[in-house]
């Protein structure tokens, strides 16, 4: 316990050189999806807080029916953990501050000769508005876990806002990416030279976001997902009175006029937010929409929230343009309340495929 089964520790070494590397999209097979059991009292509250664990478990364990699983546990609470997983998912020892492995954890990209990277995006508590001496260092250990190539940048950004179609377009949001709190003076241009090496991409995509509202300044998964190259989940707001309302309306105004890298217009699916939620766990910070779902192998993973009508939607629109996965729906309000979804306590490991 403690280390991966079949996986040998490396040093964290890094690779720039001439190497095409190539972010995949998240319905490219996968090795394994990466989660941290990091909630604590500190962050989240005595009340709340056994609900967020049991809902990670809940995620965990869904998934590990469909591929493996490795949970990021801090050693004094592998027990806590035991108890709640699926005996199947791996238990790996990692001091952590919070379970956002989506924006702590690396980014991994491949290559044509059949290699595996990963990016350490330099997270900084979504521009120092949290505590994160302990999720700084979660990217690079678990590069140095799977003794994989460590690919250097001086961006700081994190895996929610980074939405790929794997063939050269990528969906980013000014609002959190062009931040001064991540990286000050770095104009959008400038930040696409930087990144088009590193992921492989050769379009950007760019939404406007929204500062401030939230801890992560408006991460592109909570507005717009490649379902497949040329064909976006974008999310709506209904309800007037919501700042989210007229951000998605710009949004979907942007996206229905853009084309991929190749010059094709993209094909817009709508998900609209749900208006009627469970009360429980319902605050200011709650993220009800359903952009944060997470595709695994032969799956796709997503949230309920006990709207019945949207909900149904929402499900017939996913099962529509991942025909051949099964669509999961899960009550994990305990997640939603913090303000993140089930993607943004996952992070896929993408397979080598020959």
Same mark, same amino acid.
């Given at each position: 316990?403690?280390?991966?089964?079949?996986?040998?520790?490396g040093?964290?070494?890094?690779?720039?050189?001439?190497?095409?590397?190539?972010?995949?999209?998240?319905s490219h097979?996968?090795?394994?999806?990466?989660?941290?059991?990091?909630?604590?009292?500190?962050?989240?509250?005595?009340?709340?807080?056994?609900?967020?664990?049991?809902?990670?478990?809940?995620?965990?364990?869904?998934?590990?029916?469909?591929?493996?699983?490795?949970?990021?546990?801090?050693?004094?609470?592998?027990?806590?953990?035991?108890?709640?997983?699926?005996?199947?998912?791996?238990?790996?020892?990692?001091?952590?501050? #919070?379970?956002?492995?989506?924006?702590?954890?690396?980014?991994?990209?491949?290559?044509?000769?059949?290699?595996?990277?990963?990016?350490?995006?330099n997270?900084?508590?979504?521009?120092?508005?949290?505590?994160?001496?302990?999720?700084?260092?979660?990217?690079?250990?678990v590069?140095?876990?799977?003794?994989?190539?460590?690919?250097?940048?001086?961006?700081?950004?994190?895996?929610?806002?980074?939405?790929?179609?794997?063939?050269?377009?990528?969906?980013?949001?000014?609002?959190?990416?062009?931040?001064?709190?991540?990286?000050?003076?770095?104009?959008?241009?400038?930040?696409?030279?930087?990144?088009?090496?590193?992921?492989?991409?050769?379009?950007?995509?760019?939404?406007?976001?929204?500062?401030g509202?939230?801890?992560? #300044?408006?991460?592109?998964?909570?507005? +717009?997902?490649?379902?497949?190259?040329?064909?976006?989940?974008?999310?709506?707001?209904?309800?007037?009175?919501?700042?989210?309302?007229?951000?998605?309306?710009?949004?979907?105004?942007?996206?229905?006029?853009?084309?991929?890298?190749?010059?094709?217009?993209?094909?817009?699916?709508?998900?609209?937010?749900?208006?009627?939620?469970?009360?429980?766990?319902?605050?200011?910070?709650f993220?009800?929409?359903?952009?944060?779902?997470?595709?695994?192998?032969?799956?796709?993973?997503?949230?309920?929230?006990?709207?019945?009508?949207? #909900?149904? +939607?929402?499900?017939?629109?996913?099962?529509?343009?991942?025909?051949?996965?099964?669509?999961?729906?899960?009550?994990v309000?305990?997640?939603?309340?913090?303000?993140?979804?089930?993607?943004?306590?996952?992070?896929?490991?993408?397979?080598?495929?020959?």
């Amino acid at each position: 316990m403690g280390t991966l089964s079949g996986i040998t520790k490396g040093s964290y070494a890094t690779k720039a050189d001439s190497t095409k590397w190539i972010m995949p999209d998240e319905s490219h097979p996968h090795e394994r999806t990466w989660m941290a059991f990091g909630a604590s009292k500190k962050i989240w509250g005595s009340e709340l807080l056994p609900r967020v664990q049991r809902d990670l478990a809940l995620i965990a364990n869904t998934i590990v029916n469909f591929e493996p699983v490795s949970m990021l546990v801090r050693a004094e609470e592998v027990r806590k953990a035991r108890q709640l997983l699926d005996p199947k998912v791996e238990i790996v020892i990692c001091e952590l501050d #919070d379970l956002w492995i989506r924006d702590t954890g690396p980014v991994f990209v491949l290559n044509e000769q059949g290699e595996k990277a990963a990016i350490d995006f330099n997270f900084n508590g979504w521009g120092n508005k949290q505590t994160h001496l302990a999720d700084a260092k979660v990217a690079e250990f678990v590069i140095n876990q799977l003794g994989v190539t460590g690919l250097p940048t001086r961006l700081v950004s994190e895996g929610g806002c980074i939405e790929v179609d794997g063939l050269g377009t990528a969906i980013m949001t000014e609002s959190c990416t062009l931040n001064a709190n991540r990286n000050p003076g770095i104009a959008k241009s400038r930040f696409e030279d930087l990144i088009a090496p590193i992921l492989g991409v050769e379009k950007v995509i760019w939404l406007p976001g929204i500062r401030g509202m939230d801890i992560t #300044d408006g991460h592109t998964d909570f507005y +717009a997902r490649f379902a497949k190259p040329g064909v976006v989940l974008a999310g709506y707001e209904p309800d007037e009175s919501h700042y989210d309302h007229q951000v998605t309306l710009r949004h979907l105004e942007i996206l229905k006029s853009s084309t991929e890298v190749k010059g094709r217009k993209l094909q817009i699916i709508l998900l609209e937010a749900p208006t009627n939620i469970r009360p429980r766990w319902l605050s200011d910070d709650f993220a009800s929409g359903y952009i944060g779902y997470y595709v695994c192998n032969n799956a796709v993973i997503m949230q309920n929230f006990g709207d019945k009508r949207a #909900d149904a +939607a929402a499900k017939s629109a996913l099962q529509s343009v991942y025909p051949e996965r099964t669509v999961v729906l899960l009550n994990v309000d305990g997640i939603a309340a913090g303000g993140g979804s089930i993607h943004c306590a996952t992070q896929q490991e993408p397979a080598l495929v020959t």
